[in-house]
């Protein structure tokens, strides 16, 4: 990073890029991918999760999500949103009974196969050029770790593991929305900057990178403005459209991020708006864009959708560009990025 630019092998991402007056430049696309090593351990519930020709299959999954990379990548996209507890496969869920985590919820000890998902992955994306946001946390699964020495021995081992396999590609988000349904405090606002402050100084002088480290924060609900003490620590900070409705509103959570105290010239970007409109001139997108914030696309079926093409975050999933809120998306996204239809 410098200032607010991200760089990526030495050189500003969109380099030289500039839309509708708007410097693109520095900034991170990206879009929420967080089922890309999803895998069900509830017998009960991972039937819900059948394809049309079979039953649900991990690996199947995590190869059909690398195949579709380089097409995402083809249209500007940068980043990836990751989580090593993944999300709600329907959306939003007010009960989570499912059991998706890399982690045991015990020990917080490291599932090899499921890390081994995650590491293709990464791999991958490393070869394209692209920035996974590796998430720690959900608070759909975070509160069945035992207790908070489990979240912290979860946290020591997601670190080390990011360091000795030598990714110097990542991002990495403590917590999705710390505010929201983490029951360990350690995850939650008022203390969100220990585990930042704890996964940079564990990886301090470790990486080949400027700063020689991981970069690291953590995120809110939607409209939720980070904390003085994560601003005051984070790498850089992550914001959420959720319950954003005006553009306007989006723009000026990004000014009031930028007003806090704490607040150090980081990059800012959304990670998460499940906010469309992208055949208007003016939506979230655009809006965050012309405050000179990255912005994260945020896709699941919608109420009375049954298309297995639609949704990312919803389990099976279609990873290809494949409906018309995709197609949405990237194509702004291409136009943005790239200037070409």
Not at 106 to 118: D, F, I, Q
Not at 140 to 149: A, F, I, N, Y
Request: charged share 25%; hydrophobic share 35%; aromatic share 10%.
């Amino acid at each position: 990073m410098d200032g607010r630019a991200f760089h990526i092998n030495g050189k500003p991402t969109y380099a030289g890029r500039t839309w509708e007056g708007k410097k693109i430049e520095g900034l991170l696309m990206n879009s929420r991918m967080v089922q890309a090593t999803f895998d069900d351990e509830n017998p009960e519930t991972r039937k819900l999760w059948a394809y049309a020709d079979g039953s649900f299959d991990a690996d199947r999954n995590t190869n059909e999500f690398i195949a579709a990379m380089p097409e995402w990548r083809r249209h500007g996209l940068l980043g990836i949103g990751l989580n090593l507890q993944g999300g709600s496969p329907q959306g939003y869920s007010k009960d989570q009974p499912w059991v998706n985590s890399a982690f045991d919820f015990n020990t917080g000890a490291l599932k090899p196969a499921y890390m081994a998902r995650v590491g293709r992955i990464l791999d991958k994306a490393d070869e394209l050029g692209m920035v996974p946001i590796v998430g720690l946390f959900y608070f759909g699964q975070s509160p069945r770790l035992k207790d908070e020495q489990t979240v912290i021995a979860a946290t020591d081992a997601a670190t080390d593991w990011l360091i000795d396999k030598g990714y110097t590609n990542v991002l990495v988000e403590i917590a999705n929305e710390c505010n929201v349904k983490h029951t360990h405090e350690i995850i939650r606002p008022a203390r969100a900057h220990e585990l930042i402050e704890r996964v940079q100084q564990r990886s301090k002088g470790k990486l080949k990178t400027p700063a020689g480290r991981l970069l690291v924060s953590t995120s809110y609900g939607g409209g939720t403005l980070p904390g003085e003490n994560v601003a005051k620590v984070a790498d850089f900070l992550l914001l959420h459209g959720n319950g954003i409705k005006e553009p306007a509103k989006a723009a000026d959570l990004v000014r009031r991020t930028r007003a806090l105290k704490a607040y150090r010239d980081q990059p800012i970007f959304y990670n998460e708006d499940d906010h469309f409109d992208f055949d208007k001139p003016v939506n979230n997108f655009t809006a965050a864009t012309g405050e000179y914030a990255g912005w994260g696309y945020f896709d699941y079926r919608l109420k009375g959708e049954t298309a297995f093409e639609e949704g990312y975050q919803s389990v099976p999933v279609s990873w290809g560009i494949t409906s018309e809120r995709k197609e949405g998306f990237f194509g702004l996204l291409k136009r943005m990025t790239q200037g070409t239809p």
